[in-house]
């Protein structure tokens, strides 16, 4: 696991603890009984129930509506369409409590079977150019069942407190004294997302997720935006691995495609680290990185015929090769 790896991993599992525990200190939360939001502790209402007993006038509510509804949205929107606009799905492969879920699962169900998916047709190779070892053994289907159980479970309690007194929820959990509606709707979650979490993960990422969909498309619109490139001149070198890059996305893609193709990119990297181990005891440079400006205009615009020009300082040159000679990445 490279440094970018080592981040990301602190990054999710930061913000895996802070989506459970964010209701049960009222960061956030909305309450059904009360009809209002928590926001850091304090009480995040706009006081219509106030403005219907006369209690403030007109233009006191048209400012809570302005001040605590409209400019809070505006906020959290214009900062997820401008990350999404440099970065991609940022969001999602480095904070989202779900793609955690998600690649989790991934880990042990290959290690079950060799597919990161049910769906996948041919099992991935137990030894990679990039020095992936998994031994396969059906022992770890008991280990896949329950993380997929114990996630689904522990989603369908939490979500809960998001909308119910977290407090009363767990201690009523905890003895065994949850209400009728309680129990059905932890009992039923849990039951959708052992669906989800069993065979429609990926397809939930990729088409399910509102969220995840509104970052493609603003990413999308951006053809200098952070992603993955390929280094196009030396394309003959990937003859010589074993595709471990694609093996290595927890969304099933192919990082040497174009921009097109990798629309629900999540920006997790993995691939561009696996490119990175394939070249470990190689002298020559990764053909992967991630680009950003001019260099990302390759990936993105070629396509229909396209070849942009590219810059020849957009990949690293291999030792004894003069750096300054034009590239070749446009041809």
């Known amino acids: 696991m490279n440094k970018t790896q080592r981040q990301r991993l602190a990054w999710r599992t930061g913000f895996?603890?802070?989506?459970?525990?964010?209701?049960?200190?009222?960061?956030?939360?909305?309450?059904?009984?009360?009809?209002?939001?928590?926001?850091?502790?304090f009480p995040w209402t706009l006081g219509i129930d106030a403005f219907r007993n006369g209690e403030i006038g007109a233009l006191e509510m048209a400012l809570n509506m302005g001040l605590r509804f409209f400019l809070p949205l505006a906020l959290i929107v214009g900062t997820g369409v401008w990350v999404a606009w440099k970065w991609g799905r940022l969001y999602c492969g480095w904070l989202c409590p779900h793609f955690s879920v998600v690649e989790t699962i991934n880990?042990?169900?290959?290690?079950?079977?060799?597919?990161?998916?049910?769906?996948?047709?041919?099992?991935?190779?137990?030894?990679?150019?990039?020095?992936?070892?998994?031994?396969?053994?059906?022992?770890?289907?008991?280990?896949?069942?329950?993380?997929?159980?114990?996630?689904?479970?522990?989603?369908?309690v939490v979500l809960l407190t998001y909308l119910l007194p977290p407090r009363e929820i767990y201690y009523n959990l905890f003895h065994g004294?949850?209400?009728?509606?309680?129990?059905?709707?932890?009992?039923?979650?849990?039951?959708?997302?052992?669906?989800?979490?069993?065979?429609?993960?990926?397809?939930?990422?990729?088409?399910?997720?509102?969220?995840?969909?509104?970052?493609s498309l603003v990413w999308m619109g951006n053809k200098r935006a952070l992603v993955v490139g390929f280094d196009r001149a030396r394309i003959s070198q990937c003859t010589e691995c074993d595709?471990?890059?694609e093996h290595a996305c927890p969304m099933r893609l192919k990082p040497r495609s174009i921009k097109r193709k990798m629309f629900t990119c999540t920006q997790c990297m993995q691939c561009v680290q696996a490119c990175e181990k394939v070249h470990?005891?190689?002298?020559?440079?990764?053909?992967?990185?991630?680009l950003q400006g001019q260099c990302a205009l390759d990936v993105s615009l070629r396509d229909f015929g396209l070849k942009p020009e590219i810059p020849a300082d957009c990949f690293p040159p291999i030792a004894g090769t003069n750096s300054d000679s034009p590239s070749s990445n446009g041809g």
């Open 243 to 245: 595709a471990s890059c």
């Open 280 to 290: 470990t005891d190689d002298p020559r440079p990764p053909l992967l990185h991630m």
């Open 177 to 215: 004294e949850l209400t009728r509606n309680q129990a059905l709707f932890i009992v039923v979650a849990t039951f959708l997302f052992i669906i989800e979490f069993t065979a429609a993960r990926h397809l939930f990422c990729r088409f399910g997720c509102v969220i995840g969909l509104a970052q």
């Open 107 to 156: 880990h042990f169900m290959r290690k079950a079977s060799g597919k990161l998916s049910i769906w996948d047709r041919e099992a991935l190779p137990e030894d990679q150019a990039d020095g992936t070892h998994i031994h396969v053994e059906k022992k770890w289907w008991w280990v896949t069942g329950l993380l997929i159980t114990g996630f689904s479970f522990v989603w369908a």
């Open 16 to 41: 895996f603890v802070l989506f459970i525990l964010a209701p049960v200190f009222d960061l956030f939360r909305f309450d059904l009984e009360e009809n209002h939001f928590y926001l850091l502790t």
